[in-house]
């Protein structure tokens, strides 16, 4: 795994063949417990992995500004993730390492929401893997339902069966808002490959399982290996 300062961000990168599928993943800085778990987990699987880091989960993965609580606020920060992705990471990376395959977006929790937000938004990824997504985020739904995917592509959906049952009642809409997000993708002509996979447990609960069965589905299709 390769080290990379990219705009001053630092990116974890895995590259094992050009013209093979890139799972550009975000995580929080100090994560290297969690990549190291789901790249085991995934050691079968013929991609490459851009990692890119935040230092502030709630700002750099909203995709707008959003009050849940007295306690938890998001600024909104996300265009700015987006921005340096698409104009800086992406094409450092397909340049310096001579990537040609399919470009795939993956995120858990905020990040899950960031990714389909930036898939939708960007119209330059081929696929997109939300693991246990934030979905209840203020006006998401709306924003879902008057965008649509790029032509072609893949939708990976996953949820906790026990989140919708968080004690906030903004959070506690999870199940219904990702139920709805996934009537949405079935009913959008430009997705070709979709599921809606239900995990046992809580938002916390084996969140690296999750991650990898995502990347597994969305680069191995349905001979999915049981995690």
Known sequence: MEKVNISGKICHIIINGTD????????????????????????NVKCNYIIYETEDWNADFSPWEFTLNKKMSFSGGGRKT??????DCVPYCEKK??????????????????????FYESQAFDGVISCSGSLWFG?????????????????????GDREEK?????????????????????????????ILEWNGG??????????????KWMIKGDENDQI
């Open 97 to 118: 390492y001579g990537l040609t395959g399919k470009r795939i977006l993956c995120g858990y929790s905020l990040a899950g929401l960031f990714s389909l937000w930036a």
């Open 82 to 87: 987006l921005d340096r992705l698409m104009n």
């Open 202 to 215: 809580g938002h916390f609960n084996e969140p690296e399982k999750r991650i990898a069965k995502g990347i």
């Open 166 to 194: 968080a004690r906030d009642r903004i959070m506690a809409t999870v199940g219904d808002c990702t139920r709805r997000q996934y009537e949405l993708v079935c009913g959008d002509k430009n997705v070709s490959r979709h």
């Open 139 to 159: 006006d998401w739904i709306s924003y879902a339902e008057s965008h649509i995917a790029p032509q072609n592509s893949s939708v990976y959906l996953s949820l």
């Open 20 to 43: 093979l599928p890139t799972i550009y993943w975000g995580e929080m800085k100090d994560s290297s417990e969690t990549i190291e778990k789901v790249l085991a987990l995934c050691e």
